[in-house]
């Protein structure tokens, strides 16, 4: 009889038995495992090395530091970032006085005009307040569109003091108190500083005097943009 071997294959790669079938065709598990002895001279002399560690040592260790604590308590400290923040390049069609259109936020659609650029890179606007209701505000250009209209204001010089520390508004305290005070409703309309209204009229005061200069300029001004059912404004000449 012809001897055939125990696991032949039905196909090349295909064996006739499974794999836990020949593992107990094997009976490798029925062969003990002899350990070797391990040996004591290696332990023997780590030990040695070892100093016992007292409590007393341990306090010492943490009173040592400055900060008396341990330093898996410390924070940690963020990684300082190595970019610098810049503030982003004036647009070439923006020039002080160019009008321009907002386009989102709470005066969007409205036209203003265009001043100075701030250090953070935000512009700052006016509509003038006294023709559309747009006070002096800090705008970013990537919202805005500028037309080729333009009023003429080189004679009017910007104060200093708009910068961005002047538009921060003043923290309010927590309501504190009784159930009416919570939900305010006894609580007083915010009035606009009174600096802040001063400083309106004197800026608008030269810009209102230039617009009225030009035709047709004040009521251009006072109109909101607005787009109609078929226009696209990349084909639109501003």
């Known amino acids: 009889m012809v001897k055939s071997a125990r696991n032949n294959q039905l196909a090349p790669g295909i064996s006739r038995l499974s794999r836990s079938k020949v593992f107990s065709k094997r009976a490798v598990y029925k062969i003990s495992k002899v350990s070797k002895p391990k040996s004591t001279e290696a332990k023997e002399t780590k030990e040695t090395k070892r100093a016992p560690v007292t409590k007393s040592d341990l306090i010492a260790a943490l009173t040592a530091k400055s ?5 898996a308590n410390i924070a940690a400290k963020p990684k300082a970032g190595r970019k610098a923040l810049r503030a982003p390049k004036l647009r070439k069609s923006i020039a002080p006085g160019t009008v321009l259109i907002l386009l989102a936020g709470r005066f969007r ?3 203003v005009v265009f001043l100075k650029q701030l250090k953070s890179g935000l512009l700052l ?23 080729s209209t333009k009023v003429d204001i080189s004679s009017i010089k910007v104060d200093d003091k708009f910068n ?10 927590k309501p504190k ?5 919570f939900f305010g409703k006894n609580a007083q309309k915010k009035e606009h500083p009174a600096h802040k ?12 005097a230039a617009v009225t200069k030009v035709p047709y300029l004040a009521s251009y001004l006072a109109s909101t943009f607005s787009l109609s059912k078929g226009q696209a404004p990349h084909t639109l000449k501003f």
């Not at 961005?164 to 305290?173: H, I, Q, R, T």
């Not at 108190?177 to 005070?181: P, Q």
């Open 125 to 147: 606007v006016t509509g003038p307040f006294k023709i559309n209701g747009v006070p002096l505000r800090r705008v970013n250009q990537a919202y805005v569109i500028a037309t």
């Open 67 to 71: 900060n008396g604590l341990h330093p």
């Open 177 to 181: 108190g009784t159930e009416e005070e």
């Open 164 to 173: 961005d520390e002047y538009f921060k508004s003043e923290k309010e305290a």
């Open 197 to 208: 209204i001063a400083d309106q009229k004197v800026v608008d005061k030269d810009i209102v």
């Open 109 to 111: 659609g409205k036209r």
